[in-house]
């Protein structure tokens, strides 16, 4: 079975060797050593002078939200995970989306000036596929009317945007480090500012708002994450120079074997350097997306929708049309990539999918 992505796991006995030391120590959550060395290797393989292990990336949105006391509207992108708006609703907000870029898939800043009303608090925009946002127009738009930004930056693992770390932009950026990224912890995520009073904050939001064992200093949640995470963050993290390499060898390939197909491909942006954590292709019709599935599915191939449906059609927001969001999610499909995929594997993708537009048997 080929799926669309499959976690990365270091040695075994790398890992059971800090699963030792966790039973020596019997220290397994709580800001224990392991999480601690592993915010400090993050912000230095990463280039990011501030950042908070949290137990996922859905948390890790919550927080940012609760962290700049975001009410009414939130302007953001209907392409993107269902968590970037679900976490909007539940913290007390109202999603109002603004379309996407047709070539980035990101949120278009010429769309965001026209949905921003006296309500809006605040702008959270994803970079969607690890594509970073035109973080030059959404900062000055943001500037001028005096918004904070938050960047869902999930799929951002080893991004970089004009020479740094594209974690390093906006009032906070979150990272999802869940088993199908590219970096990860098993569960996890981060969130990550440079605003040293605001990293305080967050802080506090992550730990019940403990000031001391006795004493709190404001409401919080257990955003915490476990040793037992952590051990698995630092068993991958050395292997992420090799990790960002082979994606891009196979991004590379598909590029060059799926060179006849009639696909769309996102644009990415010209200033960053791209981590190439997702191969999202654009059919002409939906119709032809559903029997390029079916073909792969056949030969146990499984890649996924993604992201479908369009957020703007959820039924727990008030329904937005925005119609290049939904036409993109009707026809995008991410194929299979991941670390132990071979180069062989994509050529039997690419020859079903070529199969299937030129109707052959």
């Known amino acids: 079975m080929i799926p669309v992505t499959r976690p990365f796991l270091p040695a075994i006995e790398v890992y059971e060797n800090y699963i030792k030391g966790i039973w020596q120590r019997n220290w397994i959550t709580n800001h224990g050593p392991l999480a601690n060395e592993l915010e400090l290797r993050l912000k230095e393989f990463l280039g990011a002078p501030h950042l908070l292990f949290l137990n996922n990336g859905t948390v890790a949105l919550q927080i940012a939200i609760k962290a700049l006391e975001l009410k009414g509207e939130v302007l953001t992108t209907p392409f993107s995970y269902v968590a970037t708006t679900s976490s909007i609703v539940w913290e007390g907000c109202k999603p109002v989306f603004a379309d996407i870029d047709p070539d980035s898939f990101n949120l278009d800043p010429s769309k965001i000036e026209a949905a921003i009303t006296p309500n809006t608090s605040a702008i959270l925009a994803t970079h969607v596929f690890g594509n970073p946002c035109d973080i030059a127009a959404i900062s000055a738009i943001a500037k001028k009317h005096k918004l904070p930004v938050i960047y869902d930056a999930a799929h951002c693992f080893g991004t970089t945007y004009k020479g740094q770390s594209v974690f390093n932009f906006g009032d906070i950026s979150t990272a999802s480090f869940h088993a199908t990224k590219l970096f990860h912890t098993g569960e996890g995520g981060a969130v990550f500012t440079q605003q040293p009073e605001l990293l305080k904050k967050l802080a506090y939001l992550r730990n019940f708002g403990h000031e001391t064992p006795v004493e709190f200093a404001m409401v919080g949640i257990n955003g915490k994450n476990s040793e037992l995470h ?63 599935m079916e073909e792969l599915n056949k030969y146990q191939v499984f890649p996924r929708r993604y992201f479908y449906p369009s957020l703007d059609t959820l039924n727990y927001v008030d329904e937005q049309l925005c119609p290049v969001s939904r036409d993109i999610a009707g026809r995008i499909l991410c194929l299979p990539l991941y670390f132990d995929l071979s180069l062989e594997e994509v050529d039997m993708i690419a020859r079903l999918l070529l199969r299937v537009q030129n109707n052959q048997p």
């Open 230 to 292: 952590a051990a698995m963050g630092l068993s991958v993290l050395p292997h992420m120079p090799s990790i960002l390499s082979k994606r891009k060898e196979l991004s590379m390939h598909y590029d060059a074997v799926l060179k006849n197909l009639r696909i769309k491909k996102q644009k990415i942006q010209k200033e960053a350097g791209y981590n190439y954590s997702y191969y999202p292709v654009v059919f002409e019709t939906e119709e032809l997306l559903h029997k390029s």
